[in-house]
Protein backbone atom coordinates (compact mmCIF):
# COMPACT_ATOMS: atom_id res chain seq x y z
CA UNK A 1 0.00 0.00 0.00
CA UNK A 2 1.42 3.44 -1.07
CA UNK A 3 2.04 6.02 2.12
CA UNK A 4 -0.76 8.52 2.20
CA UNK A 5 0.35 11.95 0.95
CA UNK A 6 1.00 15.09 3.16
CA UNK A 7 -1.42 16.64 4.86
CA UNK A 8 -2.18 19.68 2.29
CA UNK A 9 -0.59 18.14 -0.74
CA UNK A 10 -2.15 16.70 -3.80
CA UNK A 11 -0.61 14.14 -5.93
CA UNK A 12 -3.51 13.39 -8.42
CA UNK A 13 -4.59 10.45 -6.36
CA UNK A 14 -6.95 12.11 -3.85
CA UNK A 15 -10.29 11.79 -4.42
CA UNK A 16 -12.62 14.20 -5.53
CA UNK A 17 -15.88 15.16 -3.73
CA UNK A 18 -18.46 17.17 -5.60
CA UNK A 19 -20.71 20.06 -3.79
CA UNK A 20 -23.36 22.19 -5.08
CA UNK A 21 -23.41 25.46 -3.96
CA UNK A 22 -25.67 28.69 -3.47
CA UNK A 23 -22.99 31.80 -3.68
CA UNK A 24 -24.24 34.69 -1.66
CA UNK A 25 -21.58 37.46 -2.96
CA UNK A 26 -21.62 40.83 -1.67
CA UNK A 27 -23.17 39.80 1.99
CA UNK A 28 -22.80 41.92 4.93
CA UNK A 29 -21.13 38.81 6.77
CA UNK A 30 -19.51 35.89 5.66
CA UNK A 31 -20.72 32.94 6.29
CA UNK A 32 -21.15 29.02 5.46
CA UNK A 33 -24.07 26.70 5.87
CA UNK A 34 -27.72 26.00 5.22
CA UNK A 35 -29.21 24.45 2.65
CA UNK A 36 -30.86 26.31 0.05
CA UNK A 37 -33.65 23.93 -2.43
CA UNK A 38 -33.99 20.87 -3.45
CA UNK A 39 -31.82 18.55 -3.72
CA UNK A 40 -29.93 21.21 -0.95
CA UNK A 41 -27.05 23.02 -2.27
CA UNK A 42 -25.09 24.67 0.50
CA UNK A 43 -25.12 28.00 1.24
CA UNK A 44 -22.35 30.48 1.05
CA UNK A 45 -21.68 33.85 1.80
CA UNK A 46 -18.68 35.87 1.30
CA UNK A 47 -18.43 39.76 1.72
CA UNK A 48 -16.68 39.85 -2.03
CA UNK A 49 -18.61 40.67 -4.64
CA UNK A 50 -19.26 39.14 -8.17
CA UNK A 51 -18.20 42.69 -9.65
CA UNK A 52 -14.79 42.54 -8.11
CA UNK A 53 -13.93 39.52 -9.54
CA UNK A 54 -13.20 37.96 -6.65
CA UNK A 55 -16.20 36.22 -5.09
CA UNK A 56 -15.54 32.90 -6.45
CA UNK A 57 -11.97 32.18 -5.22
CA UNK A 58 -13.53 33.64 -1.89
CA UNK A 59 -16.07 31.17 -2.08
CA UNK A 60 -13.27 28.55 -2.47
CA UNK A 61 -11.40 29.47 0.30
CA UNK A 62 -14.53 29.53 2.65
CA UNK A 63 -15.19 25.93 1.56
CA UNK A 64 -11.81 25.19 1.69
CA UNK A 65 -11.50 26.04 5.35
CA UNK A 66 -14.16 24.38 6.61
CA UNK A 67 -13.15 21.07 4.98
CA UNK A 68 -9.69 21.20 5.71
CA UNK A 69 -7.83 21.18 2.73
CA UNK A 70 -6.13 24.60 1.43
CA UNK A 71 -7.30 26.33 -0.88
CA UNK A 72 -5.91 24.98 -4.11
CA UNK A 73 -7.77 21.62 -3.42
CA UNK A 74 -11.14 23.61 -4.00
CA UNK A 75 -11.99 24.41 -7.78
CA UNK A 76 -15.47 25.70 -8.86
CA UNK A 77 -16.43 23.39 -12.21
CA UNK A 78 -19.60 25.21 -13.77
CA UNK A 79 -21.50 28.25 -12.41
CA UNK A 80 -18.49 30.89 -12.27
CA UNK A 81 -21.14 33.63 -13.47
CA UNK A 82 -24.18 32.03 -11.63
CA UNK A 83 -25.27 31.36 -7.99
CA UNK A 84 -25.41 27.96 -8.02
CA UNK A 85 -21.87 26.26 -8.47
CA UNK A 86 -20.40 22.69 -8.74
CA UNK A 87 -17.41 22.82 -6.70
CA UNK A 88 -14.73 19.92 -6.62
CA UNK A 89 -12.97 19.37 -3.29
CA UNK A 90 -10.38 16.97 -3.25
CA UNK A 91 -10.16 15.38 0.34
CA UNK A 92 -8.40 12.99 1.47
CA UNK A 93 -11.24 11.05 3.45
CA UNK A 94 -14.31 11.03 1.57
CA UNK A 95 -16.58 10.25 4.65
CA UNK A 96 -15.60 13.01 6.68
CA UNK A 97 -16.33 15.36 4.07
CA UNK A 98 -19.82 13.64 3.83
CA UNK A 99 -20.22 14.15 7.36
CA UNK A 100 -18.86 18.19 7.28
CA UNK A 101 -21.47 18.53 4.38
CA UNK A 102 -24.35 17.02 6.09
CA UNK A 103 -23.19 19.44 9.42
CA UNK A 104 -22.91 22.73 7.39
CA UNK A 105 -26.22 22.10 5.48
CA UNK A 106 -28.17 21.35 8.64
CA UNK A 107 -26.41 24.15 10.12
CA UNK A 108 -29.11 26.84 9.00
CA UNK A 109 -31.83 24.86 10.60
CA UNK A 110 -33.59 24.76 13.85
Request: aromatic residues 4%; glycine residues 10%.
Amino acid sequence: MPPKPAAGSYDGDMPEFTITVRAKPGASRPRIGGAHGEPPELIVAVRETDKSGRANAAIEAAIASEFGIPPSMADIRSGQAGRKKIVALFVPDRDKAQSTLNRLLAAGEG
